[in-house]
């Protein structure tokens, strides 16, 4: 499935450069992998195409049996590591968020970005990110589901509708509040809602929050009704501990649980209710699979 036509969408490095910039601040990328033979080489190439000069990429894998590593290890400029020879992973509840937390380390940037690695990007995200982290701590980036048919089409509206919300996560931040954050909870918050927590850790230290004009492709071209379901329902017990840590009554805990934001709110707010007119097809598709969500939740639980 191609990219959506985005005309006239230029990001040269110039633009939006803060004049007080004297050089242009690395950017180091943490992919974190596991089986991902299928996805590596294309996000490592796609970085490659970004118009911003100063990237480094570091692909960290976890216990991969196909040829993740292998593949990775034979693009240019990549390094690659393999956590359990470098971390002590006892105890460890989100190998994920410690596959980011051991790039960091590894990194020379002054700025961390840790997509997936079935992304892909506008060739101006990393520049533009830049631009705004002049002024600001993390980023935001608008994701666009790649995926076919209706019910692809379905998840890409209903995930236009999370951006920069409590639904939302972060993937760029300086490296100095990552560090003094302590970056992802490993220990306590496991895969699934780590993002969110990393998200209210920073919001909790004062970080100043953009998002930006480029967005990131999400390749779920496979994802099936069944297979969305069902990855869906095993999140369910990963939401107890970060409900215990942040607490019940927490505002975004009840807004990112609850029904009345999570089937209304998000879908209304800031006047946001109004494209739900636009494609009352949809919207209406939204709903049911928010429905049968909530119903593979209370199975689940």
């Known amino acids: 499935m191609a ?19 004297t050089s242009p601040p690395l950017v180091s990328v943490i992919v974190a992998t596991r089986n991902e033979e299928r996805n590596i080489v294309r996000i490592l190439r796609d970085l490659k195409m970004q118009t911003y000069p100063k990237i480094e990429v570091i ?34 509840m989100n190998f994920r968020g410690a596959q980011v937390n051991f790039g960091v380390t590894q990194a020379k940037g002054d700025i961390v970005f840790y ?18 982290l002049d002024d600001h701590d993390a980023l935001f980036i608008p994701e666009v589901v790649m995926g076919d048919g209706f019910f692809g089409a379905i998840r890409r509206f209903e995930r236009s509708f999370y951006n920069m919300t409590c639904i939302d996560a972060p993937r760029f931040v300086r490296r100095p509040l990552f560090d003094r954050v302590g970056g992802f909870d490993t220990k306590n918050i496991p895969f699934a809602p780590d993002d969110w927590d990393l998200h209210k850790t920073l919001r ?4 100043r929050f953009a998002i ?43 807004r990112q649980l609850g029904v009345g934001y999570r089937f209304f709110g998000v879908f209304t707010e800031n006047g946001k209710w ?28």
């Open 3 to 21: 990219h959506p036509a985005r005309p006239g969408r230029h990001y040269p490095l110039r633009l939006g450069m803060a004049p007080t910039m």
């Open 59 to 92: 692909v960290v894998d976890n216990e991969s049996t196909d040829r993740t590593r292998e593949l990775a290890a034979g693009e240019d400029g990549v390094s690659v590591y393999h956590l359990p020879e470098h971390v002590d992973l006892e105890g460890v």
């Open 115 to 132: 997509p997936d690695a079935d992304m892909t990007f506008e060739r101006g995200l990393v520049a533009d990110a830049v631009a705004l």
């Open 204 to 207: 909790k230290a004062d970080a």
């Open 212 to 254: 930006t004009t480029a967005v990131e492709y999400h390749h779920e071209e496979w994802m099936t009704l069944s297979v969305y379901l069902g990855k869906k329902g095993d999140y369910t017990h990963a939401i107890e501990p970060y409900v215990r840590k942040w607490g019940a009554d927490d505002p975004d805990v009840k």
């Open 274 to 301: 109004k494209r739900l007119l636009t494609r009352p097809d949809l919207a209406i598709g939204m709903y049911a699979l928010r429905f049968l969500v909530g119903v593979m939740y209370l199975l689940r639980r």
